[in-house]
C-alpha cells in the first residue's frame, strides 16, 4: 500500500503520528524507510538519527557488563 499526500503538511502530519503511535525508535530505526516522503531535509535528519542511535547502542552494550547482556538475551 502506497500512502498518498496532498502536500508537506499532510506528509508531516503522517510522519507525526507514526512517531507518536509507534515511538522515534521504532518508527525510524525498525519499521519504516519513509520512501514515499519526497524531502532531501527529512531523509537527512533521518538518517543522522539512525547513525546517532545505532552508535549510541554500540557505546553501550560495549561498556556494559558482558554477562548482563547475555542474560537479557542481548548480543553485544
Known amino acids: 500500500m502506497t500512502n498518498e499526500f496532498n ?9 507525526v503520528y507514526k512517531m507518536d503511535y509507534e ?13 514515499e516522503v519526497q524531502n532531501a531535509e527529512f531523509h537527512r535528519l533521518r538518517k543522522a538519527y539512525c547513525e546517532a542511535a ?9 561498556n ?3 554477562g548482563y547482556l547475555e542474560g537479557l538475551g542481548i548480543e553485544p
Request: include cysteine.
Open 23 to 35: 515511538g522515534m525508535d521504532y518508527c525510524f530505526r525498525t519499521c519504516h524507510d519513509f520512501r
Open 7 to 15: 502536500d508537506d503538511v499532510d506528509t508531516m502530519n503522517f510522519v
Open 64 to 66: 556494559a557488563d558482558p
Open 54 to 62: 545505532e552508535a549510541l547502542e554500540r557505546y553501550v552494550k560495549a
